[in-house]
């Protein structure tokens, strides 16, 4: 036996083994990829998911002008799309609420109300014409086979639009997500002709629903930016607002929703709630008497789904790669990929006119000269095309038999081959009859101008992109007007407009605070969001949200609802230090600490205690008397202490 291939064999068995572990890893990543590149995020040439891309590939196909059933549609996008009739019916209806690729007939559901749109059988759609013009073009689309081997698909539409940017769009992937919010219709356009004109823009995004939006945060829809979104609230009179316009990605039934539970909370006053949204949004609500619609509108941007955020993930596959951009960098890839599409279009129509022009040019000279007489006795298909090719260069020179001097022949833009001579054979004798010089001049004239009209366009190509984007603004622009006001939200104080819900009481001996000890010492009327400040026998304090019960710690000298940044409310305190037996007096704020963490007013000397301790509101000072022990070597044993004579520092100050 050999040893040495025994090794060898055993070596390269050992080599092909998949462990488990290693099976694992491999199909995740596989799987990963698959649903990052094949289902959730978009990619960058054109702006969709394979499932929405598939969709508008059959409705092109299936196009006739009219309406065809919905559940039609999604069995014709089956034949392309491996993933089931719910996930092409829901990517479907989606794209039609965003009112701009597909012409929509029957119920297709409401945005704004959260209803659902009506089953597949009973609506119908069509591409729109705006579609037609921006997607499709078979001669600049690249192909693939679909998923069976049975038809082809494209592998991205040639799109000359930035659409991403326009519908918006959102996936979850494995390990990655897209958030990529809706821009308007005009201002992305406009945006585009900046981008060609080399001049700055910026876009902003634009929603459906109306609304307000503060971009002060947006970042250009970075990773780690914000948008922050708002109804449009309405005061009809002292007792009645009306919300008339909602946020992004809020229905009226979700919005009624967390009204209902803000008011049920306390935090918000609201006797009635009224949904008269019809064609228009229209959620009335009637307030409680003696309550402010100001602070109810403060209220409800605070406590309810009046005011939502939302962070930008604009992810996209490029070059079957997800990468995280800025919107305006989505912006100018899609602006310089239309114009790349552009010129595609502009060079095949160009080889097209050019064939049309030689074909004519040959056709014109084969029927003028009475060439066709020549074959008359040509007794095989051979000679024909021999005797046509030498009648036909009587009369026209070509790049490989140039003109030459004093030559009156007409120079033809290729070389002739036998396809064109075979195509003359072909010229049916009534056409012959019947050809008319003067049309047919005037036919190649049109031909030649619509030729140098190309060549001019794909000379001046970036004007003639931006001709392109203002046609389409002028054809399609009309209604898209940004409907979300553009404005910075001033920031709402949560402490001014919450309603006291609760109650504060405390256990001062045990050392607990809470809102479920009714039994024990009232303090004062609160929130049930509030958080509470509590100061103990040893000079020790802290912040805790309030719930039930609490433990704050045992002798609670002094307890309150605390209010961040509070920089009026001044404590004054006397305690003695455990050490030294001294007492100190010092006054200070507490204006931001860290909730549940105990701090010490004091030096942290064991035994030390609190002597003497208020709190005041408006950093009132007071002048207490003191009284030495008789033990004291002090002669003045018996005096007053102003604390108006302490500056006011932070918690952490030395003591005076």
């Known amino acids: 036996m050999d040893l040495h291939n025994l090794h060898n064999d055993s070596t390269h068995n050992s080599e092909d083994l998949l462990t488990l572990n290693g099976m694992y890893k491999e199909y995740f990543l596989d799987y990963a990829s698959y649903v990052i590149l094949e289902r959730a995020v978009p990619d960058i040439d054109d702006g969709l998911k394979p499932v929405q891309r598939r969709i508008l590939h059959a409705m092109k196909e299936m196009d006739d002008g009219r309406y065809h059933k919905v559940a039609n549609i999604i069995g014709q996008t089956m034949q392309y799309h491996p993933h089931g009739d719910a996930a092409i019916g829901d990517a479907l209806v989606n794209m039609g609420q965003k009112d701009l690729l597909i012409d929509c007939q029957g119920n297709w559901g409401d945005v704004?109300?959260?209803?659902?749109?009506?089953?597949?059988?009973?609506?119908?759609?069509?591409?729109?014409?705006?579609?037609?013009?921006?997607?499709?073009?078979p001669q600049t689309t690249d192909w693939q086979l679909t998923y069976d081997g049975r038809k082809k698909e494209p592998i991205t539409l040639p799109v000359k639009f930035p659409l991403v940017l326009s519908q918006g769009v959102e996936g979850i992937a494995v390990g990655l997500s897209t958030k990529i919010l809706p821009h308007n219709f005009i201002e992305l356009i406009n945006a585009s002709i900046k981008i060609l004109q080399g001049k700055s823009f910026q876009i902003f995004p634009d929603f459906q629903t109306g609304g307000m939006v503060d971009v002060g945060e947006y970042q250009d829809g970075h990773r780690g930016?914000?948008?922050?979104?708002?109804?449009?609230?309405?005061?009809?009179?002292?007792?009645?607002?009306?919300?008339?316009?909602?946020?992004?990605?809020?229905?009226?039934?979700?919005?009624?929703?967390?009204?209902?539970?803000?008011?049920?909370?306390?935090?918000?006053?609201?006797?009635?709630?009224?949904?008269?949204?019809?064609?228009?949004?229209e959620i009335q609500l009637e307030l409680m008497p003696g309550v402010s619609p100001d602070v109810t509108i403060d209220a409800l941007y605070a406590f309810?789904?009046?005011?939502?955020?939302?962070?930008?993930?604009?992810?996209?596959?490029?070059?079957?790669?997800?990468?995280?951009?800025?919107?305006?960098?989505i912006l100018k890839i899609s602006t310089l990929q239309t114009k790349e599409l552009l010129r595609r279009e502009l060079e095949i129509k160009k080889s097209e006119l050019e064939e049309k022009w030689h074909n004519a040019s040959l056709e014109k000279i084969f029927i003028e000269n009475r060439i066709y007489r020549d074959?008359?006795?040509?007794?095989?298909f051979e000679e024909v095309i021999t005797t046509i090719d030498a009648g036909l260069k009587k009369y026209v020179a070509t790049p490989s038999d140039p003109l030459k001097s004093g030559?009156?022949?007409?120079?033809?833009?290729?070389?002739?081959?036998?396809?064109?001579?075979?195509?003359?054979?072909?010229?049916?004798?009534?056409?012959?009859?019947?050809?008319?010089?003067f049309k047919a001049d005037e036919m190649m004239a049109q031909l030649l101008a619509d030729l140098e009209q190309v060549k001019y366009d794909l000379e001046h190509l970036t004007e003639f992109t931006i001709a392109y984007f203002e046609r389409l603004l002028e054809k399609y622009g009309k209604g898209r007007e940004r409907r979300t006001i553009i404005t910075s939200f001033d920031t709402i104080e949560i402490k001014e407009v919450v309603a006291n819900n609760a109650k504060l009481y405390v256990d001062r001996v045990e050392g607990f605070i809470g809102m479920g000890m009714k039994k024990d010492e009232f303090v004062s009327d609160c929130s049930d969001i509030a958080d509470i400040i509590a100061f103990t026998r040893d000079g020790k304090f802290k912040v805790v949200r309030i719930a039930d019960k609490v433990f704050v710690g045992k002798d609670i000298i002094h307890t309150a609802v605390w209010l961040k940044s509070d920089d009026r409310t001044t404590y004054n305190?006397?305690?003695?230090?455990?050490?030294?037996?001294?007492?100190?007096?010092?006054?200070?704020?507490?204006?931001?600490?860290?909730?549940?963490?105990?701090?010490?007013?004091?030096?942290?000397?064991?035994?030390?205690?609190?002597?003497?301790?208020?709190?005041?509101?408006?950093?009132?000072?007071?002048?207490?008397?003191?009284?030495?022990?008789?033990s004291s070597t002090a002669k003045k044993k018996v005096f007053d202490f102003d604390f108006a004579e302490l500056a006011i520092k932070g918690r952490a100050c030395k003591v005076m």
């Open 304 to 329: 309810t789904d009046c005011e939502v955020s939302y962070s930008p993930n604009a992810c996209v596959i490029v070059d079957n790669k997800p990468l995280f951009l800025s919107v305006s960098e």
């Open 573 to 630: 305190m006397i305690y003695l230090d455990g050490k030294s037996g001294k007492a100190y007096a010092k006054r200070f704020n507490v204006t931001a600490i860290t909730r549940d963490k105990e701090y010490d007013l004091t030096q942290g000397s064991k035994g030390s205690k609190v002597l003497y301790f208020t709190s005041n509101a408006n950093g009132e000072s007071e002048i207490v008397n003191i009284q030495l022990t008789q």
């Open 112 to 137: 704004r109300t959260g209803d659902s749109a009506a089953a597949p059988r009973y609506i119908e759609a069509r591409l729109t014409k705006f579609a037609l013009e921006v997607l499709f073009n």
């Open 407 to 437: 030559d009156t022949r007409i120079m033809l833009m290729r070389d002739i081959t036998e396809d064109d001579i075979t195509r003359l054979t072909e010229i049916k004798i009534k056409r012959i009859s019947k050809y008319n010089k």
């Open 375 to 380: 074959i008359e006795e040509c007794e095989s």
């Open 225 to 281: 930016g914000r948008v922050k979104i708002r109804a449009k609230i309405q005061q009809v009179d002292k007792s009645t607002l009306n919300i008339i316009e909602l946020p992004f990605g809020v229905t009226t039934n979700s919005l009624i929703d967390s009204i209902l539970k803000a008011n049920d909370k306390g935090q918000i006053k609201i006797k009635k709630v009224n949904d008269n949204t019809a064609k228009d949004v």
